[in-house]
């Protein structure tokens, strides 16, 4: 299969929510929302995060969740800084949560095939998006909610961010989008599951 994937088989309604930049103070409350209703998401975390928030890792397994590496410090990946970047965090994530992420997302999407293949080579795959409700920006949640809506589809990937600053309207979009993508007959699941 390809080592870089931007979606899932568009012939389940699957559909993978995932959340960049934790873990950080947001990472609990969209656990809480997606245990409420059943489902669950992938969490791409960086490595230097992980340290002083292993509880929170160690929670995400525990929701029967995904964690994939996010790199060490969110750069710009190039083939001259990816294992670099890769290791120590896959080293952070198992130290705090048993688990070893089979999953990269490269900061900003930027993934130049050399990169790919790194990263391939370090037993992960590249894992990009088809939906971004550019939630980063705070547009507001009701913004966010509806972008993701409006975009979603069986076998999306779905970005948006529980660290990085405030994100406190993705926790409150959070709590609409899921039951109603629930509603709409979509499983929530995480992208080892969608794969």
């Not at 993701?148 to 609409?176: K, Y």
Request: proline residues 9%; aromatic residues 8%.
């Amino acid at each position: 299969w390809p080592s870089q994937r931007f979606g899932g088989p568009a012939d389940g309604k699957m559909v993978a929510l995932t959340f960049d930049d934790g873990p950080s103070v947001y990472t609990p409350q969209m656990l809480a929302i997606l245990n409420r209703y059943g489902a669950h998401a992938t969490f791409f975390e960086i490595g230097r995060q992980v340290g002083p928030l292993a509880a929170t890792s160690r929670a995400v397994i525990r929701a029967g969740d995904v964690i994939g590496n996010h790199t060490w410090s969110h750069p710009d990946l190039t083939p001259q800084n990816t294992a670099a970047q890769v290791r120590p965090t896959q080293a952070a994530i198992y130290r705090a949560s048993g688990f070893r992420p089979c999953l990269l997302r490269p900061p900003y999407g930027i993934a130049p095939a050399g990169v790919v293949g790194i990263v391939r080579s370090l037993g992960l795959l590249t894992i990009q998006w088809d939906v971004d409700p550019a939630d980063w920006s705070r547009p507001g949640a009701a913004v966010i909610d509806e972008r993701v809506l409006r975009a979603v589809r069986p076998g999306s990937i779905v970005i948006m961010h529980d660290g990085g600053g405030d994100r406190s309207e993705t926790v409150q979009a959070l709590g609409t989008m899921v039951p109603t993508l629930l509603s709409r007959g979509y499983h929530l699941v995480t992208v080892p599951q969608l794969l």
